[in-house]
């Protein structure tokens, strides 16, 4: 059964976790190889190979070698709904499948891998010990496979978001969550900014505590800037501040001239899941 969920009248694909048992042995900002990006190494219910299923409907993208893990890119062929009650179309990578040339024998016939359709498997493709699926998930179209290095020599995903604010869990049997906010279709919210946006004027510095926080041009819904992010430890002066589609933002004058807007945390509630400090 397809999930789905409506939203000022229109009906969306939700995005469903990846595999039917999660145990993450390494989550977001993870020590080994996960540090300063959004990523989740997950295994299934023991140390086998079990299989990746489609979180939405989505195409094949591009794939990387077998000595990088066999990353592959896909996706979603519309735009579909994220945990958070946001809409926008969504990117994922999947890496260390040990093989992949099934997928990408149906990819070249143009095959749309359905939502929770069986596509690939666990594996120890590239650098992985143990078998197990590497899953980032972002928000945006697919315009380029990483983002990095980053200070700490990671390569993540472009735009890469914390996963439990993209999928939903339902028929997923949870054996070790990582302690992140993991929500069932009936748990989305779907009644986030959809107006207009109200900006409130108020001057301030926020200081940046995660990678890769992307800049749009003028408003939340703005161009994305390519190429430059705001990084852990960088600053922003902003002059107004607003609450708009699961984030809250600042707004800043460009030094090219023109504003400048970022997310400064993934929760329109003040306080909540804040990704800069203030004063």
């Not at 299923?53 to 979603?76: L, Q, T, V």
């Not at 179309?89 to 149906?106: K, Q, S, V």
């Amino acid at each position: 059964m397809t999930l789905t969920k409506t939203k000022d009248g229109k009906t969306y694909e939700l995005i469903r976790f990846p595999m039917k048992t999660m145990t993450i042995t390494q989550g977001n900002n993870g020590q080994y190889s996960h540090q300063g990006v959004n990523a989740l190494d997950i295994a299934g219910k023991d140390t086998g190979i079990e299989p990746t299923f489609a979180p939405c409907s989505m195409r094949y993208k591009w794939h990387d070698s077998a000595a990088n893990g066999n990353a592959i890119f896909f996706e979603s062929v519309n735009k579909v709904m994220f945990a958070d009650g946001t809409i926008d179309y969504a990117t994922f990578m999947f890496i260390h499948d040990n093989y992949i040339g099934d997928i990408l024998a149906l990819a070249n016939k143009g095959h749309v891998f359905a939502q929770w359709e069986e596509f690939g498997d666990e594996g120890t493709a590239g650098r992985a010990t143990g078998n197990h699926c590497h899953f980032e998930v972002a928000k945006g179209r697919y315009s380029r496979p990483y983002d990095g290095p980053n200070r700490y020599g990671i390569y993540c995903l472009h735009n890469s978001i914390s996963a439990d604010k993209a999928c939903v869990v339902d028929g997923v049997t949870i054996r070790n969550g990582n302690g992140m906010s993991w929500k069932k279709a009936a748990d989305v919210k779907t009644g986030g900014s959809t107006g207009s946006i109200k900006w409130v004027a108020e001057n301030g510095t926020a200081t940046f505590t995660k990678d890769s926080i992307r800049i749009h041009k003028d408003n939340p819904d703005g161009e994305v800037i390519p190429g430059v992010t705001y990084n852990k430890g960088q600053s922003v002066k902003y002059i107004a501040k607003c609450a708009y589609k699961g984030h809250r933002w600042v707004r800043y004058i460009r030094a090219s001239g023109g504003y400048g807007c970022v997310a400064v945390s993934g929760s329109e509630t003040q306080g909540k899941d804040p990704w800069a400090t203030f004063k």
